[in-house]
């Protein structure tokens, strides 16, 4: 809901509102509304008495008109009554922005959009106390010259979502009936490239889950499109599509998109442009955020995304986006969250700090993820390809299932914890693997504990598992079959099978400090 503006006059009217805000003439003629203003909340939000009044004189003597966006039309809304400041101050921020149909000069509704990200961010109030806030954009790249800062939330409102437009990538398509929960199978070949449509969404359009592709092969003319474990429900004939976001967003090298408190994205993509050296393109810092089907584009600058000081990312339907009250988020089930990628010599990074909590499903590709300082990584299913993953100083990360095809990963391990920090890797009924790592497959250092259930892997250049300093590796059920060229388990500096786990690396000094649990 958004409170518009109208002059009735020929000529440009200054609102009496003490700010000086001009809303352009109508070009109909005196008396015929003009195009409509957006109202933001420093306009009309906390005026004095007598500004209200002199505002309501304005309405009064037929020079201006004020509508509620997608509401009942109140032309002869009392902007002096008792609740009018309260009813302007709850006011959600909805606005539309089109790069090829848009102008600046447009006040930002849908059927009158803006043109530029930037004009349409200086609309936003400092504080948001609406709960519908949105800024919708269209399947354009938006320049940014600077860098974007969420707004804050003030009290009863939700932080802002910028939400784009998905471009389908090869039209909608019929599951077979060799479909399953964790592949599509087209009824129609879609002739398109094997691997080409990893890290797009694949949406249901039958039931509306959302999920993300791994990717996808084509035997014999019949394409399979492979998503996350543990998929979405499919049931032969059902209809969908595979989408990427087709709205990107382009700060320079230091213009960071800054979420500074609550906020999101959904079918956006964010991307790191082509200069070298050290920037961020994205910064989640302090707040509830929620991510559905975004791309993170570290391009060959390095770059990456970090997450500091208390923050949430999460997907899936918890915090205050809520199916019931923002009906513009998916109500279905779904797995349909991060694509980060990079084509730089380092790769790209995901780093959450100082008791940040990851609740995501990632595919990644040449991405190091960190956690550290009392933070958690929960995520429920994974597809990598060349990814490190460490935890340390008193953090941990769980992973379900999926993979990682990974030729990255220090010598201590591709996923590794230090400094009493935990990993679980695998989960009851699931499975995750782990393989083609440089260093072990999966490592503990310095009082950490690894957690193994039904975890797979081979061709990991170490050992399967590695434990030292005082760390513990245990194994649930027997279901621990990741191997490496120097043998299954290394505690300390004496190699063991996984039937004498648990074991402990005491203190560091290799055979003599191993300990059966």
Not at 92 to 119: C, K, R
Not at 212 to 221: F, I
Not at 377 to 386: D, F
């Amino acid at each position: 809901m958004s409170l518009l503006v109208y002059n009735l006059t020929a000529a440009p009217l200054v609102l009496a509102n003490g700010l000086g805000t001009t809303i352009p003439a109508s070009t109909a003629g005196a008396g015929v509304r003009g195009e409509p203003w957006y109202a933001s909340g420093a306009e009309l939000n906390g005026r004095s008495v007598p500004e209200y009044t002199a505002l309501q004189a304005q309405q009064d003597a037929g020079l201006v008109a004020f509508e509620w966006q997608a509401f009942e039309e109140y032309p002869t809304y009392p902007l002096l009554v008792a609740s009018a400041q309260t009813d302007v101050y709850g006011l959600p921020f909805q606005i539309y922005v089109n790069a090829t149909t848009g102008n600046d000069n447009n006040p930002g509704t849908a059927t009158s959009p803006m043109q530029t990200l930037e004009a349409a961010w200086k609309k936003l109030p400092a504080i948001l106390t609406g709960t519908d806030n949105r800024v919708f954009l269209s399947a354009d790249n938006f320049d940014i010259s600077a860098g974007l800062r969420f707004p804050s939330v003030g009290h009863g409102g939700t932080g802002l979502v910028v939400i784009g437009t998905p471009i389908d990538q090869i039209g909608p398509r019929v599951a077979a009936l060799a479909s399953t929960d964790t592949a599509y199978v087209c009824t129609v070949d879609p002739v398109i490239a094997d691997g080409s449509l990893e890290g797009a969404f694949l949406r249901n359009t039958s039931t509306g889950d959302r999920i993300t592709v791994t990717g996808n092969t084509t035997v014999l003319g019949v394409c399979t499109i492979n998503v996350l474990k543990p998929g979405i429900f499919v049931t032969s004939g059902d209809t969908f599509v595979v989408e990427r976001p087709g709205s990107s967003i382009r700060p320079p090298q230091f213009g960071v998109v800054a979420i500074t408190e609550d906020g999101g994205f959904r079918d956006v993509k964010i991307v790191a442009q082509a200069e070298a050296g050290f920037g961020l393109p994205l910064l989640l810092f302090g707040g509830f955020m929620f991510f559905e089907a975004v791309e993170i584009d570290g391009g060959t600058s390095g770059r990456g995304v970090i997450a500091p000081h208390n923050s949430r990312l999460v997907y899936g339907l918890s915090g205050p986006w809520s199916a019931d009250t923002n009906p513009p988020f998916s109500n279905q089930r779904y797995l349909a969250n991060f694509y980060l990628h990079s084509a730089g010599p380092f790769g790209m990074y995901f780093i959450s700090d100082d008791q940040t909590s990851l609740e995501i499903a990632p595919v990644l590709n040449n991405v190091f993820v960190g956690v550290s300082n009392n933070s958690n990584a929960y995520i429920e299913s994974i597809h990598a390809t060349l990814m490190t993953m460490k935890a340390e100083y008193q953090s941990a990360i769980t992973i379900r299932q999926g993979n990682v095809l990974s030729d990255l990963g220090f010598a201590a391990g591709t996923i590794n914890a230090e400094r009493q920090s935990q990993l679980t890797l695998g989960w009851f009924g699931q499975s995750l693997d782990i393989s083609n790592s440089i260093g072990h497959g999966a490592a503990g250092d310095t009082m950490s504990n690894v957690d193994t259930v039904e975890l797979t892997g081979t061709g990991n250049a170490g050992h399967g598992l590695a434990a030292a300093n005082a760390s513990l590796i245990r194994t649930f059920l027997g279901g621990t079959l990741i191997t490496g060229a120097g043998g299954d388990v290394l505690v300390g500096a004496v190699t063991k099978a996984y039937g004498a786990l648990p074991f402990s690396e005491v203190d560091g000094s290799g055979p003599t400090g191993n300990r059966a649990q």
